[in-house]
């Protein structure tokens, strides 16, 4: 997680661990600043279901299609969603988003590799969510340190891409573990690309075995009809 992977470098984290007993150490710091944010996180939850929305986070390996997977979905909403996009530098995911008539706040993180409640919080400052009813997290591009930190959101989606390879479930399990809902991106690759979709399958399988899976293109446009309507059928609380 965060205390291990460099993020002290933003100086919100502990720094690297160099030794097994710093690592001792360190394992009930960890603890403190993930039942921290989940209080915080928690928090949030229940302010955003007070005001009618519902938060919906994004998680992905960089280049995994998220941004290109809401272009392509929230059209298809029907209005009522507002995006926090996470990323280590630049505005350009938050433009891609705005130019479509929708709000959108983006928070850098430096060198910090993942969104927390906390930064979340701060983004609503610069977002209007009067007739908002959902409101997407995309996180920083990483599937390892978002995964234990909760943003407030009450479901989340996995994209994973074909471009990634067949073993990506096996080999990062905690970030299945961590949502409701895995999205096979990049679909219309899979031929040219080589990717076996039932070795993918059954990979995740072994980590989730009842963790739902839709294949999407956001190019093409193949499963977003169905990714829709999982959208609109969770609602606020």
Same mark, same amino acid.
């Given at each position: 997680?965060?205390?291990?992977? *460099?993020?002290?470098?933003?100086?919100?984290?502990?720094?690297?661990?160099?030794?097994?007993?710093?690592?001792?150490?360190?394992?009930?710091?960890?603890?403190?600043?993930?039942?921290?944010?989940?209080?915080?996180?928690?928090?949030?939850?229940?302010?955003? =279901?007070?005001?009618?929305?519902?938060?919906?986070?994004?998680?992905?390996?960089? *280049?995994?299609?998220?941004?290109?997977?809401?272009?392509?979905?929230?059209? !298809?909403?029907?209005?009522?969603?507002?995006?926090?996009?996470?990323?280590?530098?630049?505005?350009?995911? &938050?433009?891609?988003?705005?130019?479509?008539?929708?709000?959108?706040?983006?928070? /850098?993180?430096?060198?910090?590799?993942?969104?927390?409640?906390?930064?979340? /919080? !701060? =983004?609503? &400052?610069?977002?209007?969510?009067?007739?908002?009813?959902?409101?997407?997290?995309?996180?920083? *591009?990483?599937?390892?340190?978002?995964?234990?930190?909760?943003?407030?959101?009450?479901?989340?989606?996995?994209?994973?891409?074909?471009?990634?390879?067949? /073993?990506?479930?096996?080999?990062?399990?905690? =970030?299945?573990?961590?949502?409701?809902?895995?999205?096979?991106?990049?679909?219309?690759?899979?031929?040219?690309?080589?990717?076996?979709?039932?070795?993918?399958? =059954?990979?995740?399988?072994?980590?989730?075995?009842?963790?739902?899976?839709?294949?999407?293109?956001?190019?093409?446009?193949?499963?977003?009809?169905?990714?829709?309507?999982?959208?609109?059928?969770?609602? &606020?609380?």
């Amino acid at each position: 997680m965060c205390g291990t992977c *460099g993020c002290a470098e933003g100086g919100r984290g502990p720094g690297p661990v160099r030794s097994a007993e710093e690592l001792r150490r360190r394992i009930p710091v960890e603890r403190e600043i993930l039942a921290a944010n989940a209080g915080r996180a928690e928090a949030l939850r229940e302010r955003l =279901a007070r005001e009618g929305v519902e938060g919906i986070g994004l998680l992905g390996a960089p *280049g995994s299609g998220k941004t290109a997977l809401l272009e392509a979905v929230l059209p !298809r909403l029907g209005g009522g969603d507002a995006v926090v996009e996470g990323d280590c530098a630049t505005e350009r995911d &938050a433009h891609r988003i705005r130019v479509l008539g929708i709000p959108a706040a983006q928070v /850098e993180t430096g060198s910090l590799c993942h969104l927390d409640a906390e930064l979340v /919080e !701060r =983004a609503l &400052a610069g977002l209007d969510l009067g007739g908002c009813r959902r409101l997407w997290v995309e996180n920083v *591009g990483n599937l390892v340190c978002p995964a234990p930190f909760d943003c407030g959101e009450r479901r989340r989606i996995l994209v994973l891409s074909t471009a990634e390879g067949e /073993e990506k479930p096996e080999k990062y399990p905690a =970030a299945v573990a961590a949502c409701d809902l895995v999205v096979l991106s990049k679909v219309d690759l899979e031929e040219v690309l080589g990717f076996d979709r039932e070795r993918f399958e =059954a990979s995740l399988r072994r980590v989730r075995p009842d963790v739902p899976l839709l294949p999407v293109s956001a190019r093409s446009g193949a499963g977003l009809s169905e990714l829709r309507r999982w959208v609109l059928a969770g609602g &606020a609380g």
